[in-house]
């Protein structure tokens, strides 16, 4: 068992700006594309996380969770969690999005909703991630690009 998935079971996720797979991969998301961060980062410490809102996916391989880092409520946390050890796929942390607190499936894809108005759109278990901020006001919208 992973070190990730240990501290999962506590509900804790690394405190990382991006994407940390089980495997060890990094990814950075952004609103156009999803790269894999190449060099050796230091990721920080262990945030709790208090979830908001989960959905089964796929005739339950993964469930897909969300919600918010404990210690501070304006970080979103998107967990995938495999439903066959319980065990996260990846974690996935914004500091740039509020709490997310909506999940839809759309089209074949994952929508996770924040309470600001930012999105992360993503096909399980990782065939394509995008974060799209908003640029308006909290109750603004994000100009439909999903």
């Known amino acids: 068992m992973t070190v990730m998935a240990i501290k999962w079971r506590n ?4 405190s990382h700006n991006g994407l940390v797979c089980n495997n060890g991969d990094i990814y950075e998301v952004h609103e156009t594309w999803m790269a894999r961060v190449h060099e050796k980062q230091e990721l920080g410490g262990w945030l709790n996380v208090a979830i908001l809102a ?4 796929y005739g339950g391989q993964y469930i897909v969770k969300c919600g918010e880092a404990a210690e501070h409520g304006s970080i979103g946390v998107v967990v995938l969690e495999s439903l066959q050890n319980h065990e996260p ?3 996935f942390v914004s500091d740039q999005s509020n709490p997310f607190d909506q999940i839809t499936i759309k089209g074949g894809w994952v929508v996770v909703l924040s309470t600001s108005g930012a999105v992360l759109r993503f096909g399980a278990p990782m065939r394509e991630a995008r974060l799209l901020l908003t640029r ?3 109750h603004g919208s994000n100009d439909g690009r999903l």
């Not at 509900?11 to 690394?14: C, D, I, P, S």
């Open 11 to 14: 509900q804790e996720v690394r």
């Open 89 to 91: 796929v990846w974690t």
């Open 136 to 138: 308006t006001s909290i």
């Open 54 to 57: 989960q959905e089964e996916l």
